[in-house]
T-cell receptor, first 116, second 114 residues
Framework: GAVVSQHPSRVICKSGTSVKIECRSL??????MFWYRQFPKQSLMLMAT?????????EQGVEKDKFLINHASLTLSTLTVTSAHPEDSSFYIC????????????FGPGTRLTVL | AQSVTQPDIHITVSEGASLELRCNYS??????LFWYVQSPGQGLQLLLK??????LVQGIKGFEAEFKRSQSSFNLRKPSVHWSDAAEYFC????????????FGAGTRLAVHP
């Protein structure tokens, strides 16, 4: 149980284009989803927290206009990297918590974004 | 402010040897603590968690962790390491309130020699 998927697993795009990453909870309803960024050999940095049906809450220093988050349903959250640049290249990981059991996060497999 | 410290950035053990990964936390109240494992290029898998009760927690893949309040520690142990245990291990504490965000340690990279 508590499986989270991400799509795509890997994406390469040109500088200036936008990229959308999907995060789905497959066997549970995720009222809250989190988006993280991980640089090579480093820990996870929380980017934002999203609640179904409401605006995401961004961590300090994260540009909300660059990293658009939508949490339209209890099983789907999307992260759109707008006007991507090479410095946005990173490993993006999402997680979700089950409704009524919000202390444990279940993580997706991650999306490797490379911006050329 | 809450924080998590994993003092060992990199650990190498021989296959079959015992393992202990250290984790220290800073938190005013009773913490909710987690250990996650990340294989290369993968997301995080929950190994075990501690919320309350028995301070020795059993997890998946033969791992266990012991919560010691007096030492503010939550060390991860395994009696006999397998080559497939080579991965990055993260300790985390929940930052209570609001959406219960996770605060991660820097991680410990485990290498296993045959």
């Amino acid at each position: 149980g508590a499986v989270v998927s991400q799509h795509p697993s890997r994406v390469i795009c040109k500088s200036g284009t936008s990229v959308k990453i999907e995060c789905r909870s497959l066997d549970f309803q995720a009222t809250t989803m989190f988006w993280y960024r991980q640089f090579p050999k480093q820990s996870l940095m929380l980017m934002a927290t999203s609640n179904e049906g409401s605006k995401a809450t961004y961590e300090q220093g994260v540009e909300k206009d660059k990293f658009l988050i939508n949490h339209a349903s209890l099983t789907l959250s999307t992260l759109t990297v707008t006007s991507a640049h090479p410095e946005d290249s990173s490993f993006y990981i999402c997680s979700g918590t089950e409704t009524g059991a919000t202390d444990t996060q279940y993580f997706g497999p991650g999306t490797r974004l490379t911006v050329l | 402010a809450q924080s998590v410290t994993q003092p060992d950035i990199h650990i190498t053990v021989s296959e079959g040897a015992s393992l202990e990964l250290r984790c220290n936390y800073s938190y005013g109240a009773t913490p909710y603590l987690f250990w996650y494992v990340q294989s290369p290029g993968q997301g995080l898998q929950l190994l075990l968690k501690y919320f309350s009760g028995d301070t020795l927690v059993q997890g998946i893949k033969g791992f266990e962790a012991e919560f010691k309040r007096s030492q503010s520690s939550f060390n991860l142990r395994k009696p006999s390491v397998h080559w497939s245990d080579a991965a990055e291990y993260f300790c985390a504490v929940v930052r209570r309130g609001g959406y219960n965000k996770l605060i991660f340690g820097a991680g410990t990279r485990l290498a296993v020699h045959p």
